[in-house]
């Protein structure tokens, strides 16, 4: 069905649409980063709504459904606009220009209102159904719950470049099989401190890791496209790497640049010392002549101004990490326990 046809909403369907802005405080928001997706959108919300009105989410009612337009040209804009006139619980957000899926989804984290937040792609793939499963997985303890696509349904132009994507995105911390899949819940105040950038949304899990959140995944289901072309290519996928990497230094040393710098500055400076003491001694002690020694005597004046580059960058890293981590403490409390304070014996 295209986004803005006319048949209405099934009655159960409006009522559980309702049922999210009139029942008072919203219990869970689902966030819905879109971009060229008009065709998508009504069945997609419409399938929502469906599993909004089951059993398995009547402990996660009042739900909201917050649609970011990520400045489309394909009148998504108007099939947003559409379905809030439909449905109570839809709410459009309308960014300016494109600026991407990671400020998409910041958008609507900051907007959400529920104590848990599920995002999932516009584009149909990801199945609502599994949102209840999620979201019980995520009341059994955890702050995260990550949709692991067992069997995706993507060509291998997708599938293994995210293969190796996932590989790699473990050293950051979380040890789960799909970084990539948009489907999470979270709670409320874990998405609270995420500062998305570039490619981030991939790598949630992992900036929540460093913050001493717990995380888990669920196999979830995943449908191949109807509408619309993929978002993913080439570009996308070199960005993504490039965020993998800062992500990855990040996330091991970014309160401690010095361990990695300076380790590594002092490894060259001492590789380029036994380089260049070599050379001199092969001159000086045994009479060689230098000249067959002045390519290894080079590579050893250039380890050791990089060397030293290394260390003084290393000093200054971590002298501008104590500015910027000046307000936040190096840690996270789970929560504080004490015993009953004993009552003092009366005085005498």
Known sequence: MEAGAADPPSTAAADAATTATADGDVVTSIVLPAYNEAGNLRPLVEEIVEVVDSEAMAPYRPVEILIVDDGSTDGTADAIRDLAGDYDAVAGIFLRRN??????????????????VVPLDADGQNNPNDIPKLLDRLTDGYDCVSGWRRDRDDPITKTIPSAIQTKLARYTGPDIHDFGCTLKAYRSEAVEELNLRGEGHRYIPAKLYDRGYKITEEPVDHRPRTHGST????GRLIRGFVDLAFNVFWNKYSMRPMHLMGGLGLLLLAAGGVIGSHAVVMKYVFGDSLLPHLPRLILAVALIIFGFLLLMFGIMAEMLTKLHYREEAPYRIESVERGEPEESSPRE
Do not use: I
């Open 231 to 234: 978002k993913y290519g080439a």
């Open 99 to 116: 600026f991407g899926q990671s400020a998409a989804l910041c958008a609507g984290f900051d907007s959400a209102a529920g104590e848990y």
